[in-house]
């Protein structure tokens, strides 16, 4: 089934187009990720999704309802983690999360019981009732989705969950994610950082000016960009190597020869096993191998293909 | 209900912010205090009886003038001073150019009085003698006033006999200084609400938290009528602890009228966050809304008689203290506490009640056209 479904999305501010005709589907429980450089149109699409923004173009469904028609239905079903912190400073941890689930219909015990199991859920209980100024930027980020999770929606959107915190608790909030779609969550994780997305994510779309530039899963990624691998292979001296020889390996395209580092580059076919040859190749040289890497593309070089730029500023 | 949830979150979050309650009760306490008591000596004086200057007129033989005399000897005793006068004309001049406090025409049919609407506690002062030496004698009175160039019979056609209560001329009261600034701060405390309210919407942009509202399964106007019903709440409570530290802590005098009291001030505390709410959708900018509000605020407090008494309006603020909301309220209250006359008292609510619903509908409508909220 379908959980989120946009069909020709397009929004625009004045005559920025932040948005371009965008049509993606989420199935149920997938861990969607979406990934963009900044100012991409990522945050612009989840609002829209939340219903903060109106479309200038399109239609979006969630579980197949029209947002637009039958606001209520697919409004309960969707648990949103805003991008920027989206707390109230003067509560508590806990009459934050009561405050945003109450909003879902939840009363009394329930929704007491709610509270707490969100707390639980993102490592907060011991905080429940400490004022969020005096949170680390990781337990904002947690509590920030603790207020998310409460009503146990159906489809859960992070945007950028874990923009400015520490490693462990980008760690913990990976692990919660998995957990949640474990639940029978379905997830969309929004990011600019690819190693994150790649980790956790079925199946990914990059956005770029608004636009889809790319959609599958990892491996149909990747294999959109290329269809070589890299074998870096790090030796004691440059010196003894003969490239030519090298390219007469099955599957090998290209070598370079890096000899500030001594480091030679071996481009080669991704569907050949050689790397026993490559390495026989050495040995039988006498060359001394320090290091070997195999490099298999990325997300971060696929964007890169697709777009010329990096996904960062570096 | 879920308007009542946002509602109570509001309160909670303002009762918890240290702004809030430096703006909504520690300032105003404090500014009664100091107000109250530097300005008490001062005070005592300020309204002397003796000034009291009154025309009187009498048109042919009538049984009244005897009644009316003796009604003049008693209030003598009083330091209010009646002077015959046979120039209809040259008297309501002198009336007009605030000589006097007004003219009184006694005449077979009753007694006329004609009031310089400038000096409204004198004004109101005479009229509620005269309305008891009229009870008192059994007359019809009738009270006009002399705006320039326009007399207006007031009281002929609204048939409200009863509007004066006092049963005795003696029964004068004027408040003392802490009384009269108790009442000043408790408004201006009130009106306070407009500058948290400007931020009931705007704060929720701001903390981002409007994309989680708008993704919870309530509407705009849930959210607005909760956020709105929240800010009067809060103000209501910071303006009864005010009236309760003033009445018991600092022993000011709230009158015999407590509900009608509390009803201008309910009025006030909901035209104040109506037109809080209302600006801060008519303008883009915060800095914009910022400075607009404070400005106002301190321009109707300036004029409206917050920091010291008005005893004449014309020849102090004029148009701006009539436009004030803090003016019409401290007359308002003043007049139900020291004269027992409801009358502005009813005329301010309906004024406070008629802008709030207006500034309220400009709300809803910039909302309802808005993305988001
Ligand atoms: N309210 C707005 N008015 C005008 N332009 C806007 C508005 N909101 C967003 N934009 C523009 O739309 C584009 C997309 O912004 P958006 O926030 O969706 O990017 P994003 O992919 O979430 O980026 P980031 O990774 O920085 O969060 C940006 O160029 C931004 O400047
Ligand atoms: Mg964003």
């Known amino acids: 089934m379908k959980v989120l479904e946009m069909q020709n999305v397009t929004k625009k501010f004045g005559d920025f187009v932040a948005v371009d005709n965008v049509t993606l589907s989420v199935d149920e429980g997938e861990i969607f990720g979406f990934l963009g450089p900044n100012g991409a149109?990522?945050?612009?699409?989840?609002?829209?999704i939340a219903g903060l923004l109106r479309l200038n173009e399109g239609k979006i469904k969630i579980l197949g309802k029209d947002i637009s028609k039958s606001n209520q239905f697919a409004k309960k079903n969707i648990g949103i983690v805003p991008q920027d912190i989206a707390i109230y400073e003067e509560l508590t941890a806990f009459e934050n999360v009561k405050f945003f689930a109450g909003l879902y219909g939840l009363r009394g015990e329930a929704l007491n019981e709610r509270v707490e199991e969100a707390l639980e859920f993102v490592g907060l209980s011991d905080k429940a009732k400490s004022h969020p100024k005096d949170f680390s930027g990781g337990m904002k980020r947690r509590l920030n989705i603790a207020c998310a999770i409460a009503h146990r929606p159906k489809l859960i959107i992070l945007d950028e969950p874990t923009v400015g915190i520490d490693p462990q608790s980008r760690n913990y909030i990976l692990q919660s994610v998995r957990k949640l779609n474990e639940m029978g969550c379905t997830i969309i994780y929004t990011s600019h950082y690819m190693e994150?997305?790649?980790e956790v994510c079925t199946r990914i779309a990059i956005i770029d000016h608004g636009k889809i530039i790319a959609e599958g899963t990892k491996a149909q990624l990747k294999s959109?960009?290329?269809?070589?691998?890299?074998?870096w292979v790090g030796v004691t001296s440059c010196r003894e190597v003969d490239p030519d020889e090298l390219k007469d390996i099955a599957g090998v395209q290209e070598v370079q020869i890096n000899w500030e580092d001594n480091v030679i580059k071996i481009n080669s076919a991704i569907d050949v096993n050689n790397l026993n040859k490559i390495i026989r190749y050495f040995i039988n040289h006498n060359i001394e191998i320090r290091s070997l890497e195999e490099k298999a593309p990325n997300l971060e070089t696929v964007f890169l293909t697709l777009t010329g730029r990096n996904l960062r500023d570096k | 209900m879920k308007t009542l949830s946002i509602a109570t979150n509001e309160i909670k979050q303002s009762l918890s912010n240290k702004r809030t309650l430096v703006f909504l009760l520690a300032f105003p306490i404090c500014l009664m205090l100091i107000l109250g008591l530097a300005l008490s000596n001062a005070f005592n004086s300020s309204i002397k009886i003796e000034d009291f200057r009154v025309l009187y007129l009498v048109k042919g033989n009538t049984e009244v003038e005897q009644a009316f005399q003796s009604f003049i000897k008693e209030v003598k005793k009083n330091g209010v001073q009646f002077t015959r006068t046979n120039d209809e004309i040259d008297a309501k001049k002198a009336v007009k150019e605030n000589k006097y406090v007004g003219l009184v025409e006694v005449t077979d049919q009753g007694i006329q009085l004609y009031e310089n609407n400038a000096n409204a506690i004198k004004g109101s002062l005479l009229k509620g003698m005269l309305k008891t030496f009229a009870d008192k004698v059994n007359l019809a009175t009738t009270v006009a006033k002399t705006d320039p160039g326009k007399v207006q019979d007031v009281l002929a056609d609204s048939g409200q006999n009863n509007y004066v209560q006092e049963t005795s001329i003696n029964s004068?009261?004027?408040?003392?200084?802490?009384?009269?600034?108790?009442v000043a701060m408790t408004n201006l405390a009130a009106f306070f609400g407009m500058m948290s309210a400007v931020y009931l919407i705007r704060g929720e942009r701001q903390r981002k938290t409007d994309i989680r509202l708008s993704a919870a399964p309530i509407s705009k106007?849930?959210?607005?009528?909760?956020?709105?019903?929240?800010?009067?709440?809060?103000?209501?409570?910071?303006?009864l602890i005010i009236v309760l530290v003033s009445k018991w802590v600092f022993k000011a005098s709230w009158g015999d009228h407590l509900a009608v009291v509390f009803l201008v001030l309910l009025s006030e505390v909901i035209l104040a966050v109506s037109l809080g709410v209302g600006i801060s959708y008519m303008i883009k900018t915060d800095n914009t809304v910022n400075a607009i509000t404070m400005v106002f605020v301190q321009v109707a407090a300036f004029f409206g008689g917050s920091y010291?008494?008005?005893?004449?309006?014309?020849?102090?603020?004029?148009?701006?203290?009539?436009?004030?909301p803090l003016y019409w309220a401290n007359n308002a209250i003043n007049k139900v506490i020291y004269l027992n006359d409801m009358t502005p008292a009813v005329h301010t609510m309906m004024w406070n009640l008629g802008i709030a619903v207006l500034f309220l509908l400009i709300s809803v409508i910039s909302m309802r056209r808005r993305e988001g909220l």
């Open chain 1, 196 to 198: 994150e997305v790649e």
């Open chain 2, 221 to 239: 106007m849930e959210i607005l009528s909760g956020k709105v019903l929240g800010g009067i709440l809060t103000n209501v409570l910071c303006m």
């Open chain 1, 224 to 231: 959109i960009i290329t269809n070589t691998k890299d074998v």
């Open chain 2, 308 to 324: 010291f008494p008005i005893d004449d309006v014309d020849s102090f603020g004029g148009i701006f203290t009539r436009l004030s």
């Open chain 1, 41 to 48: 149109g990522k945050s612009t699409s989840i609002n829209m």
């Open chain 2, 172 to 182: 004068y009261k004027e408040p003392h200084a802490m009384d009269y600034y108790a």
